[in-house]
């Protein structure tokens, strides 16, 4: 039983994986496709699509744009301390 | 028409670049410790993955409403989308290191170079010819599945997704070589505005919102996703970054 159990523990994080690795986008996502939501069974029509469309690609750049400069200060960090590595990155 | 021809592209792009990644590995075990272990494998991984499509796409088709189905299909590709073109803008903006092919074939080659090999059948190529095809794979059959799957186009999807493991393996039986000057991460950034715009489309039509332009909105949202991301890319390339 434990083991079909951790099985099947494996297969639902695998597949959490698969859909989300950072938090702050898909919390991000999923409460603008909230926002949308209740806006369209409130009978909102029109552009609403584009608006919530438009929302989810700022929190993309959004989240993108605040995970490189955490890397680039972390690395800064490293860099700063004596012996310290910087981690290999490509151009 | 359109998203017929985005749900093909998808799947082909898609199974494309995780097709380029499963090669390499079995280029690896085949270069350096024969051929037939690890074909076995790989095609072992590649019938355990139709199946796995077939059979998820057998529960998806007909048994679930179509406007329900739409809504978490819809969701779960937005996500997983998402999720690529998220990695797509920080490799473009040089945040971490491009998928290197060749190194990922010299690391196998050595890790197998160091391993002896016993008498009889090679299970140690056949495991990791299957291990690599699979977990490459997972991620294609998922493509496939929900973005033909909700769209009723899984015969669509099933046709990208084979035309491009044929068109990888051709390849790789041709050169011989991994294919490094692939420009997975310019594929990757299309994959995930295909899927992150199919995504949106079809979470919000699940929710009973009518698209202006039905179909058509998916090149709309396709060309926002696509500026945005290119947006957050020059962003994060005009960072200071630390000195040499």
Known sequence: MSRVTGALRAVVKETAGLLVDDWRLAGGVVIVL????????????????????????????????????????????????????????DP | MVDGLLITLAAFAGSFVESVEALTIVLAVGLTRGWRAPLEGAVAAIVVLALLCAALGSLLLGRIPERGLKGVVGVAILLFGARWLRKAVLRGAGVIPLHDEEQEYRDTVMALSRSGRGPGRDWRSFSIAFNGTFIEGVEVVFIVVAVGGSGGRLVLAAIGGIAAMVVVAALGFALRHPLARVPENLLKLSVGVMLTSLGTFWALEGMGYSWPFDAGSIVVLAALFSAMSAAAIVALRRTPQVPA
């Open chain 1, 34 to 89: 909230g926002v949308g939501w209740w806006a369209v069974s409130r009978g909102a029509a029109g552009a609403t699509g584009y608006v919530v469309a438009l929302a989810i690609a700022v929190v993309l750049a959004g989240v993108a744009i605040m995970d490189g400069r955490a890397r680039a200060r972390a690395d800064a960090r490293l860099h700063s301390k004596p012996g310290g590595r910087i981690p290999d990155r």
